[in-house]
Antibody, heavy 122, light 110 residues
Framework: EVQLVESGGGLVQPGRSLRLSCAAS????????MHWVRQAPGKGLEWVSG????????DYADSVKGRFTISRDNAKNSLYLQMNSLRAEDTALYYC???????????????WGQGTLVTVSS | QSALTQPASVSGSPGQSITISCTGT?????????VSWYQQHPGKAPKLMIY???NRPSGVPDRFSGSKSGNAASLTISGLQAEDEADYYC??????????FGGGTKLTVL
């Protein structure tokens, strides 16, 4: 069974940093692109970032470009999101998601983890 | 990148069919066949229902179908069931090499 388990969320002050992790199991991690998607409380979904299977291709939403960095460690079956210069509007549940197709992008997210909550507030 | 446009809410009775629209531009929905649909029940993670416009992942009932015409995509659910009541989101790859979501549609089964 494919499992994605996020961790690292919490309460952080504006301007500070936080690193999210996603532990993957149940599939060949280095065969798939991976993504981060967030959902502010009571709001819709917002794609944050995606990374190809070999980290050769990385993209970010304009809202986080220059502040967030996505990375992966295929040896550890893990995905990361380094978040710097955090703002109140970054407050959200952050989901880790596997790209649906292997070795090529489908830009479809399947499955999703249960999310880790990031709250940015003083 | 502006969000894709979805109706805020739709409703239908059990057994009926409903369609949710998702309108974008030639830079996203109209330009690529990377349109996906997700179902999200309250307090749960989203679930992929349709990918690449009209493909169903394994395990998704064939009551769910997707299509696209020009800059608009649609999700149709036939034979509505009570458990279909949820929020539905569309998404599309964009010419900016990003992914954009719709604002979401709340489906009520009457």
């Amino acid at each position: 069974e494919v499992q994605l388990v996020e961790s690292g969320g919490g309460l952080v002050q504006p301007g500070r940093s936080l690193r999210l992790s996603c532990a993957a199991s149940g599939f060949t991690f280095d065969d798939y692109a991976m993504h981060w998607v967030r959902q502010a409380p009571g709001k819709g979904l917002e794609w944050v970032s995606g990374i190809s299977w070999n980290s050769g291709s990385i993209d970010y939403a304009d809202s986080v470009k220059g502040r967030f960095t996505i990375s992966r460690d295929n040896a550890k079956n893990s995905l990361y999101l380094q978040m710097n210069s955090l703002r109140a509007e970054d407050t959200a549940l952050y989901y880790c998601a596997k790209d649906h197709k292997g070795l090529e992008w489908s830009f479809a997210f399947d499955p999703w983890g249960q999310g880790t909550l990031v709250t940015v507030s003083s | 990148q502006s969000a894709l446009t979805q109706p805020a809410s739709v409703s239908g009775s059990p057994g009926q069919s409903i369609t949710i629209s998702c309108t974008g531009t030639s830079s996203d929905v109209g330009g690529y066949n990377y349109v996906s649909w997700y179902q999200q029940h309250p307090g749960k993670a989203p679930k992929l229902m349709i990918y690449e416009v009209s493909n169903r992942p394994s395990g998704v009932p064939d009551r769910f179908s997707g299509s696209k015409s020009g800059n608009a995509a649609s999700l149709t659910i036939s034979g509505l069931q009570a458990e279909d009541e949820a929020d539905y989101y569309c998404s599309s790859y964009t010419s900016s090499t990003t992914v954009v979501f719709g604002g979401g549609t709340k489906l009520t089964v009457l």
